[in-house]
């Protein structure tokens, strides 16, 4: 069994104890922020996502330090992870709610996404493959809902395997939106229906969610929420 935590939060005040916990990159990239709202939603993240590792690894917050070198660029926008050690993490955000996945060892994604957006022909045709497209309810508000559950599935394993939409989205078949979240077909060789785990997550009303593991292992997941001042319990 591969365990697999997560925790949600609401974005957090931009307190000097919480701009302290960020590291001189984390710093820079918080000021070149424009909008207030996208720096509390990056400062939320990066706080949450230390205070679980450090949880996790036994260090105080401000003791976790990350690397985030984007593959591609070495720039420091990528996953975060902590240089050393087992830990995976992954950091989603969206309108009022920031996440954390955590597990030990197996690569994990987290996606979040507002429930409110719509859904239109030609995003529909550029992320589903033909099978998705079939199961898709034919009102319009069934119809996005069941969209932005597929969207945060395949989100959450671009993320899982850190490649992001160089995995073409139509090289994907999932289980529909209202069964239990699957992949069944890839025609991507860094996914496997046998080595690729998959849940839906409730990250609240007005929310879609989901977590990808790339584990063989079933998968066992814990949600939790966490304001500025808690101590994390579990795992």
């Avoid at 001189?24 to 918080?30: C, G, N, Q, S, T």
């Avoid at 508000?141 to 139509?170: C, H, N, S, V, Y």
């Amino acid at each position: 069994m591969t365990e697999c935590a997560v925790w949600w939060s609401e974005p957090i005040t931009a307190t000097a104890d919480a701009l302290a916990l960020l590291d001189p990159v984390e710093r820079d990239r918080y000021d070149a922020y424009r909008r207030p709202e996208d720096q509390r939603r990056f400062l939320t993240g990066r706080v949450l996502a230390k205070n679980v590792a450090g949880h996790r690894l036994g260090l105080e917050p401000e003791k976790v330090h990350f690397d985030a070198s984007c593959p591609d660029c070495d720039r420091q926008h990528g996953p975060v992870r902590v240089p050393g050690a087992a830990l995976q993490l992954s950091i989603s955000h969206a309108g009022d709610r920031v996440g954390v996945a955590a597990t030990t060892g197996a690569p994990v994604g987290l996606d979040v996404e507002s429930a409110q957006r719509n859904a239109d022909d030609s995003l529909i045709s550029y992320a589903l493959s033909e099978a998705e497209q079939k199961s898709l309810p034919t009102d319009a508000d069934g119809r996005a809902r069941a969209f932005f559950t597929f969207w945060t599935r395949k989100e959450a394993l671009m993320k899982a395997t850190g490649r992001g939409l160089r995995i073409p989205l139509q090289s994907l078949t999932l289980s529909s939106a209202d069964a239990p979240a699957r992949l069944l077909v890839s025609d991507d060789a860094s996914l496997s229906p046998e080595t690729t785990k998959l849940a839906d997550l409730d990250a609240g009303p007005g929310y879609r969610a989901a977590v990808a593991v790339l584990t063989s292992e079933e998968i066992d997941i814990t949600e939790r929420w966490w304001h500025p001042g808690a101590v994390l319990d579990g795992q």
